[in-house]
Structures are given as structure tokens and as C-alpha cells.
């Protein structure tokens, strides 16, 4: 079953925008991460937030994770064209069942120049 | 380089007929599975393997097999293919960062498109 679901399914933006998703899960987390896939390829990871962190940076991304909520979102700052992709929240549970990722459907965005 | 290897990339074969679909790693990662990507549904995990001889099932095992004979390889197994197995497959493998709880980050191969007809 997914855990994570992302909010907007789709999203069009202009280069120079920002993007901003969301993902809400259902149950207690050890960490949440999101991931990008290039067209029918393989997803790569991009940043990892764990339960007891609020807010993390890396270069042109900003995550954010409310675990009041089971919430997180994602924002990419000025983004550029190589920034279409689609973006999947995962979640990491808890120690029982360490390593198995539960993923969302996915935001596919497509950044227009 | 590090990475995750996945044979073949494209599959066409019949119903019933046993294929295999290999996965191999070089990062010496303790942790692999297979998920399958539906569209509308993400990824939904059929097997993992917390280390060698230890598999177990994740959410859609139905209608697949796996191995763990060797660290390195995890290979998927359609002992009789079905039209609703046609899909999107990915291996990953992965590793464990940080003190308990610990983190996993996982690496992902480029994907198996098979189509079962």
C-alpha cells in the first residue's frame, strides 16, 4: 500500500520559478526522502530528512517535514529546465521494518524555457 | 563507479514463458529489493533482501521468485509470466547510514520495461 502521497499529481512551471510539492504519509517514520526519475528511468536520490529535523537545504532544494501533520514538501528554488522530472516522496519506517521504502505516486513537473 | 545494474533494459516474451531479470551491485550493500512502477501507483516493493539467503516478501510478491546467492547479485524471477506483470521494474540496493534508528538511501538500476503479451 503507498504511505506517501504527493500533492500536485502534476505541475508547469517556467524556468526561473519555483516548485513547490507535497507529500503526506499515514504512519509513525524514521525519515521521509525524495527521490527524482528522469523520463523511464531509474530514480535517484535527492535528500533525506530524518523524523527529529524540521527543515534541510541542499543547493537548490529546501525540504520541509511536519511530523504533527505526517507532512513534507519540497521546493526547488529557480528552477531550470534539467529540473523536469518526476519527483517521489519515500518514506523510511520505523525500526521494525528498516530499509523497506514506501513510496507515493509521484509530481511530475515540467519546467517550460 | 558506483552503481546498480540491471539486464536486459527491454523484455518482450509470452505468457508463461520463465524469464529472469538480473540486478548487481558493487557497492557492497547488505540491502537489495525489487519494486515494480505502475502508473498511477508509484512503486510498490515485490521482494527484498536484508543479506545473503535472506529474502522476504514486500507488498506485491505474487507471481515472482528471488535469490540472494551472493551479496552482489538479486536476481527477479517470473517462473510463468502474466500480461498483468507487464511493467516497469527497478532493482535498488541499498546502504544504512548514522546510528540507530538508521537511515537507508537507496541506489536505483536504470529499469527493466517487460511486456508480457
Known amino acids: 500500500s503507498q504511505q506517501g502521497e504527493e500533492d500536485p499529481q502534476a505541475l508547469s512551471i517556467q524556468e526561473g520559478e519555483n516548485a513547490t510539492m507535497n507529500c503526506s504519509y499515514k504512519?509513525?517514520?524514521?525519515?521521509l526522502q525524495w527521490y527524482r526519475q528522469n523520463s523511464g528511468r531509474g530514480l535517484v536520490h535527492l535528500i533525506l530528512?530524518?523524523?527529529?529535523?524540521r527543515e534541510k537545504h541542499s543547493g537548490r532544494l529546501r525540504v520541509t517535514l511536519d511530523t504533527s501533520k505526517k507532512s513534507s514538501s519540497l521546493l526547488i528554488t529557480a528552477s531550470r529546465a534539467a529540473d523536469t522530472a518526476s519527483y517521489f516522496c519515500?518514506?523510511?519506517?520505523?525500526?521494525?521494518?528498516?530499509?523497506?521504502?514506501?513510496f507515493g505516486a509521484g509530481t511530475q513537473v515540467v519546467v517550460t524555457p | 563507479e558506483a552503481q546498480v545494474t540491471q539486464n536486459p533494459r527491454y523484455l518482450i516474451t509470452v505468457t508463461g514463458k520463465k524469464l529472469t531479470v538480473t540486478c548487481s551491485q558493487n557497492?557492497?550493500?547488505?540491502?537489495m529489493s525489487w519494486y515494480r512502477q505502475d502508473p498511477g501507483l508509484g512503486l510498490r516493493q515485490i521482494y527484498y533482501?536484508?543479506?545473503?539467503?535472506?529474502?522476504d516478501k514486500g507488498d506485491v510478491p505474487e507471481g515472482y521468485k528471488v535469490s540472494r546467492k551472493e551479496k552482489r547479485n538479486f536476481p527477479l524471477i517470473l517462473e510463468s509470466p502474466s500480461p498483468n506483470q507487464t511493467s516497469l521494474y527497478f532493482c535498488?540496493?541499498?546502504?544504512?547510514?548514522?546510528?540507530?534508528?538508521?537511515?537507508?538511501?537507496?541506489?536505483f538500476g536504470q529499469g527493466t520495461r517487460l511486456t508480457v503479451v
Open positions: 535498488a540496493s541499498s546502504r544504512t547510514t548514522g546510528t540507530a534508528p538508521l537511515n537507508t538511501e537507496a541506489f
Open positions: 504512519t509513525s517514520i524514521n525519515n
Open positions: 530528512i530524518r523524523s527529529n529535523e
Open positions: 519515500a518514506t523510511d519506517g520505523t525500526t521494525d521494518s528498516w530499509g523497506k521504502l514506501q
Open positions: 557497492m557492497n550493500h547488505e540491502y
Open positions: 533482501s536484508m543479506n545473503v539467503e535472506v529474502t
